[in-house]
């Protein structure tokens, strides 16, 4: 009992366990000793190390996950600007007549949409992007006619 009590730590044989911070071996004296007790002169340095480097670590996998979360959030789709170019071209009017050059100015692309749908007994679509229809009406040259409606 004498011994426990004055050498607290010595109850059991030093154990030799790897540092989990710099892989050097040391002596364990109890349990939950994962580090060198001392490191460069300084007590505790691997502990110490080892936590800075966690949360270090932390910090970046935060700042890669709130990037991802931002591209998801920023990254549009052919389809997503198409519907933001609709809607500045429609403003509030609910049919408007445009021909491609127009839509080709405000980076559309005819071929993303929602759904297209055929025209009974022709062989023409109503394009569906968001709220609006487009439906190719008509060709001047190699300018296309459309017309917009919102649904
Ligand atoms: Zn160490």
């Known amino acids: 009992m004498m011994d426990s009590e004055e050498r ?3 109850m059991h044989d030093p154990e030799e366990r790897l540092c989990e911070f710099c892989t050097d071996i040391f002596y364990a ?27 270090e670590t932390r910090l970046a996998e935060r700042v890669t996950e709130l990037a991802k979360a931002g591209m998801n959030v920023y990254q549009d789709t052919p389809l997503d600007r198409n519907k933001k170019a609709i809607f500045e071209i ?5 049919q408007k007549t445009v021909d491609s050059s127009l839509l080709d ?7 993303h ?36 409606t919102k649904k």
């Open 29 to 55: 004296h109890h349990g939950l000793q994962r580090y060198c007790p001392e490191k460069f002169g300084k007590k505790d340095y691997c502990k110490y190390e080892q936590k800075k480097l966690l949360t």
């Open 90 to 94: 429609m403003g509030s009017d609910w």
């Open 105 to 111: 100015s405000v980076g559309y692309q005819i071929n």
């Open 113 to 148: 949409f929602d759904s297209k749908t055929l025209i009974n007994e022709t062989n023409m679509f109503l394009i569906h992007v968001g709220d609006y229809t487009l439906e190719w009406i008509g060709q001047e040259g190699t300018v296309l006619i459309f017309k917009i």
């Open 8 to 10: 607290p730590f010595s």
